[in-house]
């Protein structure tokens, strides 16, 4: 199941079922899980540690050096989880010694084309990065979110779960759980991502109370601390707004509003 023009150092871990197309590229430490299929073309650099059942198509480049002026050539890795995704002329570096070191993508996500995922960002499960949709270093995507097409995220952002980033919107502040962002020239909160919860099986209770917390974080005219207080209230009552909560109390950027 390997094609005799791929070329695959004598230190990489093959698992089992594994295919590799004509002219891949696999280098030296670098693991793959058992039926992972790796399409023609793919050049994949270690330290990279990749799970089970991925499916990786031509010309993607994965583990590649970060770019960032401040790497000194130490030791980072990638590492992938099981069931992605990977589409044609995606990107994924590895991390930074000052950044943690490692670079990681959950399971069960879509890396559409030309998707650029920088050095140092953590990615959850089920996520779905729409074409040429980037993230720059060290940033965070929660479970479930959605990058639509040409969206961005600044460095160091945290976007939280079940969000939506819409067509061509640039995120530059910490995006709560739930909260779907539009362009004008950057981004800026328009809802909650009510559509996505109800295909998720979120029912009306739940979904009321997102809305309800949404509008007092971003409708109710108040100060974040003031906002905040409110939101205390309301999270005894719904886990999710408890989530939202934690979120603003981890929020290291200023808050999307």
């Known amino acids: 199941m390997i094609h005799p023009t791929a070329l695959i150092d004598p230190s990489a871990v093959i698992g089992a079922n594994v295919s590799i197309g004509a002219y891949s590229v696999i280098g030296a430490d670098v693991e793959i899980g058992d039926g992972t299929v790796i399409g023609p073309h793919v050049v994949i650099e270690g330290p990279t540690k990749i799970g089970r059942d991925n499916r990786i198509t031509q010309f993607a480049s994965l583990g590649g050096a970060p770019q960032d002026k401040k790497f000194a050539g130490e030791r980072t890795e990638l590492v992938i989880g099981d069931r992605n995704l990977i589409r044609e002329f ?5 991390g930074t010694g000052d950044g943690g070191g490692i670079t ?6 879509w890396v559409l084309a030309y998707v ?9 499960n089920n996520i779905v990065f729409s074409n040429y949709s980037a993230l720059a270093g060290h940033v965070e995507i929660g479970d479930w979110t959605i ?17 939506f980033i819409g067509m061509g919107c640039l995120v530059g502040h910490d995006v709560p759980p739930f909260v779907m962002m539009a362009n004008e020239q950057q981004g800026r909160p328009r809802g909650i991502n009510s559509e996505g919860l109800k295909r998720r099986g979120f029912d009306a209770t739940r979904i009321a109370a997102i809305k309800r917390a949404y509008r007092t974080l971003y409708m109710a005219g108040l100060s974040l601390p003031e906002a905040r207080e409110k939101l205390v209230e309301q ?12 979120f603003l109390d981890h929020s290291e950027r200023s808050l999307a509003r």
Do not use: P, W
Not at 90 to 94: K, L, P, Q, S
């Open 90 to 94: 995606a990107t994924i570096n590895r």
């Open 104 to 109: 990681r993508i959950g399971n069960d996500n």
């Open 116 to 124: 650029h995922v920088a050095h140092d960002c953590q990615i959850g």
């Open 147 to 163: 990058m639509s097409g040409y969206s961005g995220v600044h460095q160091f952002c945290k976007v939280g779960a079940h969000a």
């Open 235 to 246: 999270a005894q009552e719904s886990d999710d707004v408890r989530a939202m909560l934690e």
